[in-house]
């Protein structure tokens, strides 16, 4: 009974002394002398600290290893030519790269500094709103045209391999002279093209300005620049106008999202308008 009790700690706790904290730091504070209640108190606190300090760290944002924070701004990108400088920034989340003389031969170059810009940033969307300059340019040979369209798609599709991409028609030039009409029906044949462009590629979104520039077949002459012999720069409507459009394409859900609860829709709609028939008695 008396050897029992050697080795107990406490007879209602049960347990050995050998595995007792108070035991243990009873012997620990002997080896430290006078100074072992403070030492084991300091050593406890530094314990507390080191828990403390990695719970803050928890529960900040998310950081990576190189040590820069996760959480990245989203941001909309547009590349156009004068027209879409006329724009602006309506949107503090969208990045207006465009630049006056731009067209779809010297892209690379406009998307190397849009790329640049965004570096830091999550891209949703990236609307390319270009071809007046080229249709300018190629006039009648809508093929050199097209063929430039498809590999501003692609370098966009390259650069930013998660965001949607929209592709604006070619607007027309105001004017009722034979040139201008000439210039116009470019513009139209390579609007054919990027629609079926749009069609075809996964993550691409027909944006159709053309359309906003005409009434029962005429073009609207007060969407463009009085001041502008040209006939190719557009006035505050136009701007308002093309504002609203791309205004939509930036803050909708994507296509293919859409495409998919469209289709659900309609199945969903196909099973509850079937007529309700009473249950069949063989």
């Not at 029992?4 to 050995?16: A, E, F, I, Q, S």
């Not at 002997?30 to 080191?50: C, N």
């Not at 009722?176 to 009409?181: R, V």
């Amino acid at each position: 009974m008396m050897r029992k009790t050697l080795l107990m700690c406490d007879l209602v706790n049960g347990h050995p002394r050998r595995d007792c904290e108070s035991f243990k730091q009873d012997q620990e504070n002997q080896g430290y002398s006078k100074h072992g209640p403070e030492i084991i108190e300091g050593r406890q606190e530094t314990k507390l600290d080191a828990h403390s300090d990695t719970h803050s760290v928890c529960d900040n944002d998310t950081f990576s290893e190189s040590g820069k924070n996760d959480t990245t701004d989203t941001l909309n990108v547009l590349i156009g030519a004068s027209n879409c400088t006329r724009l602006g920034e309506t949107d503090e989340n969208l990045l207006n790269a465009s630049k006056s003389g731009a067209n779809f031969e010297n892209f690379t170059q406009i998307l190397d500094i849009a790329v640049q810009k965004t570096d830091s940033f999550k891209v949703d969307k990236v609307a390319i709103c270009l071809g007046t300059n080229d249709i300018s340019k190629h006039k009648d040979d809508s093929d050199q045209i097209n063929l430039l369209v498809t590999k501003a798609v692609a370098q966009v599709k390259s650069a930013y391999p998660e965001s949607h991409v929209g592709l604006c028609s070619i607007i027309p030039r105001k004017g009722n002279s034979a040139q201008i009409n000439r210039l116009n029906q470019s513009a139209t044949s390579v609007n054919k093209f990027i629609r079926k462009l749009c069609a075809r590629e996964d993550n691409v979104e027909y944006v159709d300005l053309e359309k906003l520039f005409y009434k029962n077949g005429t073009i609207i002459r007060s969407m463009f620049d009085k001041a502008d012999n040209s006939g190719v720069h557009i006035s505050t409507e136009g701007v308002q106008s093309i504002n609203r459009k791309l205004d939509d394409f930036f803050h909708s859900r994507n296509r293919a999202y859409r495409k998919y609860t469209h289709q659900w829709t309609q199945n969903e709609r196909e099973v509850t308008e079937q007529p309700h028939l009473p249950p069949r008695i063989e």
